[in-house]
């Protein structure tokens, strides 16, 4: 079936380091990737996604690009800062079963002042 | 106020008492998603219904139920709670196409003692 993999954590950098979270998938289809972050108390929240092979999302600094020979959708950000500290998670839209979203199992991020 | 609204956010309960999380949704989709959280496991998806008349279950649907009341609400219910169910839970809503998110509740807190 399909599924998300991505790196263990937790992940723990200074600030202004260079982050890389990776993700690889598994699917049948065509899916479409997210990040999603989910911030301390809080719910996730979409932080960018990517619909087609090649495709670059990116917000907030973050981005990822769609890879599909590699099936692969690598988070990086290049200089990291304290408030990025929180729980990131990789997920994509199962484009069979009517589309619903299979997350990864998550990885903690911590930036150290 | 949000779009996805969960009640209550925290929970205490006894083992075996029945206990019903709430959610509804302001967003106008037609799907709605409970996933639980645990860590290391990132999230896994409990029950999901496609509109009022559709309800699917997930990986994990044992030990629990749902009710779409409306397009707006959809309920879970632990009929015999157990200390293993301790875990954040989450409902989610799409609007069933695969290159949009998902959007996020802020999670109840459930401790099954």
């Known amino acids: 079936g399909n599924s998300v993999t991505q790196m263990e954590g937790p992940v723990t950098l200074s600030e202004e380091a260079f982050l890389t979270i990776n993700c690889t998938y598994t699917?049948?289809?065509?899916?479409?990737l997210f990040w999603y972050v989910q911030y301390p108390g809080e719910g996730l929240q979409l932080l960018l996604k990517?619909?087609?092979?090649?495709d670059k999302g990116s917000n907030k600094g973050f981005e990822a690009t769609y890879r599909k020979e590699t099936t692969s959708f690598h988070l990086e950000k290049g200089s990291v800062q304290v408030s990025d500290s929180a729980v990131y998670f990789c997920?994509?839209?199962?484009?069979?079963?009517?589309?619903?979203?299979?997350f990864g199992a998550g990885t903690r991020l911590f930036v150290k002042a | 106020d949000a779009d996805v609204t969960q009640t209550p956010r925290n929970r205490i309960t006894k083992t075996g008492k029945r206990i019903m999380l709430e959610c509804s949704q302001t967003?106008?989709?037609?799907?709605m998603y409970w996933y639980r959280q645990d860590p290391g496991l990132g999230l896994q998806l409990i029950y999901y219904?496609?509109?009022?008349?559709?309800?699917n279950k997930g990986e994990i649907s044992d030990g629990y139920s749902v009710s779409r009341q409306a397009q707006a609400k959809f309920s879970l219910s632990l009929e015999s709670a157990i200390p293993n169910q301790t875990a954040l839970y989450f409902c989610?809503?799409?609007?069933?196409?695969?290159?949009?998110?998902?959007?996020f509740g802020q999670g109840t807190r459930l401790t099954v003692v």
């Open positions: 989610a809503t799409s609007d069933g196409e695969m290159n949009t998110e998902a959007f």
């Open positions: 219904s496609f509109d009022v008349k559709d309800i």
């Open positions: 699917a049948t289809g065509y899916p479409s």
């Open positions: 967003k106008g989709h037609d799907r």
């Open positions: 990517a619909t087609k092979a090649d």
């Open positions: 997920a994509l839209s199962d484009p069979t079963g009517g589309f619903k979203t299979i």
